[in-house]
């Protein structure tokens, strides 16, 4: 049984433009103790389903269509209000991608900490700053107990990312869900919070859910990887999978796309043509079709099923034409290479 | 190559189909059109000017429920052959809204006066537009020090009397009808400057400001074509808000006999007029009123539409 | 063609409480020299803080050089009066992040793209319409679109306008900041090819600034290395990624996440102890050496200059061969 399951979730948007289908008909699990990457562009639908999750999901204009999500023998989308609250932040809590907008500018650190742990457990506060404190140490914050007593604006932007993520931790959740935590971080303290984020999960035994566009992280940090594409699932699978072994043409042409440190100088890339599609007018056909070079027919007319690709299961795809992967395992990688 | 170009939609069309959404700023304009309508053609289709006097129908009400009542109560005779009874009330059919001490016909005042109100609401507003935008959108464009000394001239001006002021200006230099409106513009300007330069502040970091830099364009050619038409927004804004302040104002002034002179009528006149007769007749002091609370009513549901239509952040973000 | 020496741009600050007001210097960039040649791409590197976009805007004169020499053709473009400085404004263009705030919502395209026209050339207003249909061609967008809005069309299409407003008055450099990072994975791939394309088209010189490693790498010919407002490695771009000499420029680059699993997961990583410091609080002798992992005494003391080193690199590290 898987730790968190989400079935069959469809979430749309009323706009002016009309209802935008931001997850259509998503499946998919969590394992416990796994860290699952989920990759897309913007309008992917990627942090619509995990703000879906969390029940942060502004109910109108949003609206859950259908589906359920299964955590712990509960279905998450039938909990009340007031249940859910206390779901939140005590078994499965969340982190941003800005942090600088995430921390609350006029209370200090130690307020905010402290209400995490006020609200949900019964800790004096005495106990809930020795417990504030130890996870900061945790977390190699130095000078934990100078920076408990900081207001954010005086913390860079690396140092307030692993507050959030100390926040989000304070509770020993099950489930940290991180929404391009990185993103707006330089390229040296990124690695230092995706360090961090990998020893949660190796120590505590936390399941991840890492949500971001950057393959080069996913590569690094996760076990399983699901591509989205215009609110819907393109492919899910494990890391060698989806990088190895891809069946679908979106992400073979994500991978063919991005430029990695392999590239000479003056290459050209092989960018995919067009643009991601309007989801106020999606229906029932393939979302990547108007794209895709291999699209015939019957992908304009119906939405392509979800088909398994190996026996063991475990890699799936929504694709009537699915790519046979030129890359495979190291070798050929190393003979790309050099 | 196709000589055929497609026409955009600008962010105001967008702002414009929200405000039609908006009931009460609909409403709003509506009861502002009618009245804007009626003050500019009513006094030239009235059989009667704003100053005629008839002192054989003095005091005549709009409606009795019964004359001779009336002219028993009041001791004060009535022209019988003006009344009809409709309903079971008499309705006053020569002057539809009554006439005031002087006989003169009330209907035609009110609408008089709403040329003086709206004309100087509207003109006070502009004064205090066209000195507030060039006053804070120059002063938040230099910024540094002279953005620095001219906001302090501003807080000065901003704790004076400025009530005073303007009573002092009125009283030294006549009650002509232009100093009305320039001196009630003169004065709320400031706030308009604020904003402005609120706004201009935080655009002019914006990256299409340095673009416009960086594409040759001048500093003046910046803040008219850059700056000034993105904070248009809330300009137009306040000045639906200072309109109705403005109105107000003039009727408190007039009220105190600083305003407009007679013959000319204005509410806030016709309300100092009657005041002294208004237990007997208390329509004399009402219509005016009813009419300045609605038409202040109406700017301030337009001020408050215009400010839900144009705000950006209802642009729908994904 | 473009000759940038010593750099300076210092931005002073007052810090401090209501009687103790000391007036404190960023010293944002400090001590910058490259050159770029007609043709070719430097890539400017470096995590926030380190001076990167500083540099472009004073080059471009958005911002006022505190000390320094910029030569452009053998002319100097530093400390100019504003109408000087208006005849060099054609040769230099800029291209800016964020596709949604580097275009006035109140303006048509057509305006837009008029614009530069109309400040620095003496073109008809025909021959303006005739200019920006063909550079919305250049671009590959349809000239129908010339009197929409910036709002109705998407980030990659608003940064081709970008790039398109950039290229109307034929610059001969065009400074590009960050023009890809605020777009999506898949569009990044077609504008990075478009500029390739252009340079080959109108022999463009670009100063490309990013943060992104792999884009960099790219579009450049040639790589700057900046930390807290100084150069600390430049060279041949293929040989500062294979063998880089600095050793913020190998943590830097072991830093960068590569989409391959097995090859990240064999990486060696060199972790980079603590935070950026604030560029108010330099460290003394080198600015890297509170971080550096193998930084020795003689590091806190002298300050390296950019020198050749092994490989036809410059780095400005004692330590480095």
């Given at each position: 049984m898987a730790l968190l399951e989400v079935k069959d979730l469809s979430v749309e948007f009323k706009t002016d433009a009309g209802q935008l289908r931001a997850v259509d008909r998503l499946s998919y699990e969590l394992e416990d103790g796994e860290v699952l990457g989920i990759v897309g562009e913007s309008g992917s639908g990627k942090s619509v389903s995990c703000l879906t999750v969390m029940g942060l999901l502004p109910i109108p204009p949003a609206r859950i269509f259908s589906g359920q999500i299964h955590f712990r023998g509960q279905d998450l989308l039938k909990l009340y209000a007031s249940q859910m609250r206390k779901m939140r932040g005590h078994e499965i809590s969340m982190i941003f991608q800005d942090p600088f907008t995430s921390l609350n500018p006029y209370l200090k650190i130690s307020t905010q900490l402290m209400e995490v742990l006020e609200f949900h457990s019964n800790k004096t506060t005495k106990e809930a700053k020795i417990r504030c404190i130890e996870v900061l140490e945790q977390l190699g914050i130095p000078d934990p107990e100078v920076r408990f007593n900081s207001?954010?604006?005086?913390?860079?932007g690396g140092l307030k990312q692993r507050i959030m993520i100390a926040m989000s931790l304070l509770l020993e959740p099950k489930i940290l869900i991180a929404d391009e935590p990185t993103t707006a971080l330089d390229v040296t303290i990124q690695s230092q919070i995706l360090d961090l984020l990998k020893d949660i999960n190796k120590n505590h035994g936390t399941s991840i859910i890492l949500i971001t566009h950057d393959l080069g992280v996913v590569a690094g940090l996760c076990d399983r990887v699901q591509v989205m594409y215009g609110g819907r699932l393109a492919e899910r699978g494990s890391c060698d999978d989806i990088f190895y072994r891809m069946k679908h043409p979106y992400t073979q042409g994500l991978l063919e796309s991005i430029p990695s440190l392999d590239v000479s100088p003056g290459d050209r890339l092989h960018p995919i043509p067009g643009s991601p599609p309007d989801l106020t007018k999606?229906?029932?056909?393939?979302?990547?079709s108007d794209r895709c070079s291999r699209a015939q027919k019957n992908c304009f007319e119906k939405r392509p099923p979800v088909e398994s690709?190996?026996?063991?299961?475990?890699h799936f795809y929504e694709c009537y034409y699915p790519v046979e992967a030129r890359n495979s395992s190291p070798e050929a990688v190393n003979a790309r290479s050099s | 190559m196709s000589e055929k170009f497609e026409k955009g939609n600008s962010l105001w069309k967008d702002a414009f189909k929200r405000l039609r959404k908006n009931k009460a700023a609909v409403a709003g304009f509506l009861f502002f059109g009618i009245m804007l309508v009626a003050a500019i053609i009513g006094p030239m289709l009235s059989p009667y000017s704003y100053e005629g006097q008839d002192l054989d129908r003095v005091n005549n009400p709009p409606w009795v429920y019964s004359v001779q009542d009336y002219e028993a109560s009041h001791g004060l005779p009535l022209m019988h052959k003006d009344y009809v009874s409709i309903f079971g009330i008499d309705v006053n059919k020569k002057n539809l809204f009554g006439t005031d001490d002087l006989g003169r016909d009330m209907l035609t005042r009110l609408l008089f006066g709403a040329r003086v109100s709206l004309a100087v609401g509207f003109l006070a507003g502009l004064v205090s537009l066209i000195i507030g935008v060039l006053y804070g959108s120059i002063a938040g464009y230099v910024g540094g020090r002279v953005d620095n000394l001219m906001m302090r001239f501003v807080d000065t001006l901003y704790s004076l009397p400025y009530m005073f002021f303007v009573i002092l200006l009125m009283a030294i230099a006549g009650r002509h009808f232009v100093l009305l409106f320039i001196a009630i513009g003169a004065v709320s300007w400031l706030t308009t400057a604020r904003i402005v330069r609120g706004q201009v502040i935080s655009l002019k970091n914006l990256e299409f400001v340095e673009a416009a830099y960086a594409s040759g364009t001048g500093h003046w050619g910046i803040i008219t074509k850059h700056l000034i038409p993105n904070t248009l927004g809330p300009i137009i804004v306040y000045f639906s808000l200072i309109v109705p302040r403005a109105i107000l104002e003039e009727s408190f002034l007039s009220f105190l006999?600083?305003?407009?002179?007679?013959?000319m009528s204005s509410w806030g006149s016709m309300v100092a007029d009657g005041r002294s007769a208004v237990l007997l007749y208390p329509y004399v002091v009402i219509i005016p009123g009813v009419a300045l609370t609605l038409t202040l009513f109406s700017l301030n549901f337009i001020g408050d539409g215009l400010r839900d239509a144009l705000d950006p952040r209802l642009r729908g973000k994904q | 063609m473009l000759e940038v020496r010593d750099l300076k741009v210092h931005f002073p600050v007052t810090r401090g409480g209501l009687f103790r007001k000391e007036k404190q210097l960023v010293?944002?960039?400090d001590g910058v020299s490259f050159e770029i040649q007609p043709g070719e791409t430097l890539g400017l590197v470096g995590e926030s803080g380190c001076g990167k976009s500083t540099t472009a805007r004073a080059i471009i004169g958005l911002i006022e050089a505190t000390a320094g020499s910029v030569k452009f053709e053998g002319n100097e473009i530093i400390g100019l009066t504003p109408k000087q400085q208006k005849k060099y404004r054609p040769y230099f263009q800029m291209v800016f992040q964020n596709p949604f705030s580097s275009l006035n919502p109140r303006m048509t395209i057509a305006d837009v793209l008029a614009e530069p026209l109309k400040a620095l050339t003496n073109l008809s207003k025909r021959e303006r319409l005739k200019r920006i249909q063909e550079l919305m061609e250049i671009v590959n967008l349809d000239p129908k679109m010339l009197f929409r809005y910036p709002h109705e069309f998407s980030g990659g299409q608003r940064q081709r306008i970008n790039i398109a407003r950039a290229l109307a008055v034929k610059p001969r450099l065009i400074v590009l900041d960050e023009p890809v990072s605020a777009l999506d994975v898949s569009i990044q791939a077609q504008i990075i090819n478009l500029l390739q394309d252009l340079q080959k088209q109108f022999q463009l010189a670009y100063l490309f600034i990013a943060h992104d490693l792999s884009v960099v790498k790219t579009l450049s010919h040639r790589v700057a290395v900046m930390y807290l407002g100084k150069i600390v490695e430049v060279g041949e771009t293929q040989r500062l990624y294979d063998d880089s000499k600095h050793p913020y420029t190998r943590a830097l680059l072991s830093a960068v996440p590569i989409p391959d699993p097995s090859e990240e997961k064999e990486r060696e990583r060199i972790p980079l102890e603590g935070e950026i410091p604030s560029p108010i609080q330099l460290p003394t002798g080198c600015h890297f050496h509170p971080r550096c992992p193998i930084a020795e005494e003689k590091c806190a003391q002298i300050e390296p200059l950019l020198e050749d080193k092994e490989n036809h690199l410059k780095a400005a590290c004692l330590l480095a061969s």
């Amino acid at each position: 049984m898987a730790l968190l399951e989400v079935k069959d979730l469809s979430v749309e948007f009323k706009t002016d433009a009309g209802q935008l289908r931001a997850v259509d008909r998503l499946s998919y699990e969590l394992e416990d103790g796994e860290v699952l990457g989920i990759v897309g562009e913007s309008g992917s639908g990627k942090s619509v389903s995990c703000l879906t999750v969390m029940g942060l999901l502004p109910i109108p204009p949003a609206r859950i269509f259908s589906g359920q999500i299964h955590f712990r023998g509960q279905d998450l989308l039938k909990l009340y209000a007031s249940q859910m609250r206390k779901m939140r932040g005590h078994e499965i809590s969340m982190i941003f991608q800005d942090p600088f907008t995430s921390l609350n500018p006029y209370l200090k650190i130690s307020t905010q900490l402290m209400e995490v742990l006020e609200f949900h457990s019964n800790k004096t506060t005495k106990e809930a700053k020795i417990r504030c404190i130890e996870v900061l140490e945790q977390l190699g914050i130095p000078d934990p107990e100078v920076r408990f007593n900081s207001y954010p604006h005086q913390l860079s932007g690396g140092l307030k990312q692993r507050i959030m993520i100390a926040m989000s931790l304070l509770l020993e959740p099950k489930i940290l869900i991180a929404d391009e935590p990185t993103t707006a971080l330089d390229v040296t303290i990124q690695s230092q919070i995706l360090d961090l984020l990998k020893d949660i999960n190796k120590n505590h035994g936390t399941s991840i859910i890492l949500i971001t566009h950057d393959l080069g992280v996913v590569a690094g940090l996760c076990d399983r990887v699901q591509v989205m594409y215009g609110g819907r699932l393109a492919e899910r699978g494990s890391c060698d999978d989806i990088f190895y072994r891809m069946k679908h043409p979106y992400t073979q042409g994500l991978l063919e796309s991005i430029p990695s440190l392999d590239v000479s100088p003056g290459d050209r890339l092989h960018p995919i043509p067009g643009s991601p599609p309007d989801l106020t007018k999606i229906g029932d056909f393939c979302a990547f079709s108007d794209r895709c070079s291999r699209a015939q027919k019957n992908c304009f007319e119906k939405r392509p099923p979800v088909e398994s690709a190996s026996q063991d299961g475990g890699h799936f795809y929504e694709c009537y034409y699915p790519v046979e992967a030129r890359n495979s395992s190291p070798e050929a990688v190393n003979a790309r290479s050099s | 190559m196709s000589e055929k170009f497609e026409k955009g939609n600008s962010l105001w069309k967008d702002a414009f189909k929200r405000l039609r959404k908006n009931k009460a700023a609909v409403a709003g304009f509506l009861f502002f059109g009618i009245m804007l309508v009626a003050a500019i053609i009513g006094p030239m289709l009235s059989p009667y000017s704003y100053e005629g006097q008839d002192l054989d129908r003095v005091n005549n009400p709009p409606w009795v429920y019964s004359v001779q009542d009336y002219e028993a109560s009041h001791g004060l005779p009535l022209m019988h052959k003006d009344y009809v009874s409709i309903f079971g009330i008499d309705v006053n059919k020569k002057n539809l809204f009554g006439t005031d001490d002087l006989g003169r016909d009330m209907l035609t005042r009110l609408l008089f006066g709403a040329r003086v109100s709206l004309a100087v609401g509207f003109l006070a507003g502009l004064v205090s537009l066209i000195i507030g935008v060039l006053y804070g959108s120059i002063a938040g464009y230099v910024g540094g020090r002279v953005d620095n000394l001219m906001m302090r001239f501003v807080d000065t001006l901003y704790s004076l009397p400025y009530m005073f002021f303007v009573i002092l200006l009125m009283a030294i230099a006549g009650r002509h009808f232009v100093l009305l409106f320039i001196a009630i513009g003169a004065v709320s300007w400031l706030t308009t400057a604020r904003i402005v330069r609120g706004q201009v502040i935080s655009l002019k970091n914006l990256e299409f400001v340095e673009a416009a830099y960086a594409s040759g364009t001048g500093h003046w050619g910046i803040i008219t074509k850059h700056l000034i038409p993105n904070t248009l927004g809330p300009i137009i804004v306040y000045f639906s808000l200072i309109v109705p302040r403005a109105i107000l104002e003039e009727s408190f002034l007039s009220f105190l006999g600083l305003g407009v002179q007679a013959p000319m009528s204005s509410w806030g006149s016709m309300v100092a007029d009657g005041r002294s007769a208004v237990l007997l007749y208390p329509y004399v002091v009402i219509i005016p009123g009813v009419a300045l609370t609605l038409t202040l009513f109406s700017l301030n549901f337009i001020g408050d539409g215009l400010r839900d239509a144009l705000d950006p952040r209802l642009r729908g973000k994904q | 063609m473009l000759e940038v020496r010593d750099l300076k741009v210092h931005f002073p600050v007052t810090r401090g409480g209501l009687f103790r007001k000391e007036k404190q210097l960023v010293r944002a960039v400090d001590g910058v020299s490259f050159e770029i040649q007609p043709g070719e791409t430097l890539g400017l590197v470096g995590e926030s803080g380190c001076g990167k976009s500083t540099t472009a805007r004073a080059i471009i004169g958005l911002i006022e050089a505190t000390a320094g020499s910029v030569k452009f053709e053998g002319n100097e473009i530093i400390g100019l009066t504003p109408k000087q400085q208006k005849k060099y404004r054609p040769y230099f263009q800029m291209v800016f992040q964020n596709p949604f705030s580097s275009l006035n919502p109140r303006m048509t395209i057509a305006d837009v793209l008029a614009e530069p026209l109309k400040a620095l050339t003496n073109l008809s207003k025909r021959e303006r319409l005739k200019r920006i249909q063909e550079l919305m061609e250049i671009v590959n967008l349809d000239p129908k679109m010339l009197f929409r809005y910036p709002h109705e069309f998407s980030g990659g299409q608003r940064q081709r306008i970008n790039i398109a407003r950039a290229l109307a008055v034929k610059p001969r450099l065009i400074v590009l900041d960050e023009p890809v990072s605020a777009l999506d994975v898949s569009i990044q791939a077609q504008i990075i090819n478009l500029l390739q394309d252009l340079q080959k088209q109108f022999q463009l010189a670009y100063l490309f600034i990013a943060h992104d490693l792999s884009v960099v790498k790219t579009l450049s010919h040639r790589v700057a290395v900046m930390y807290l407002g100084k150069i600390v490695e430049v060279g041949e771009t293929q040989r500062l990624y294979d063998d880089s000499k600095h050793p913020y420029t190998r943590a830097l680059l072991s830093a960068v996440p590569i989409p391959d699993p097995s090859e990240e997961k064999e990486r060696e990583r060199i972790p980079l102890e603590g935070e950026i410091p604030s560029p108010i609080q330099l460290p003394t002798g080198c600015h890297f050496h509170p971080r550096c992992p193998i930084a020795e005494e003689k590091c806190a003391q002298i300050e390296p200059l950019l020198e050749d080193k092994e490989n036809h690199l410059k780095a400005a590290c004692l330590l480095a061969s």
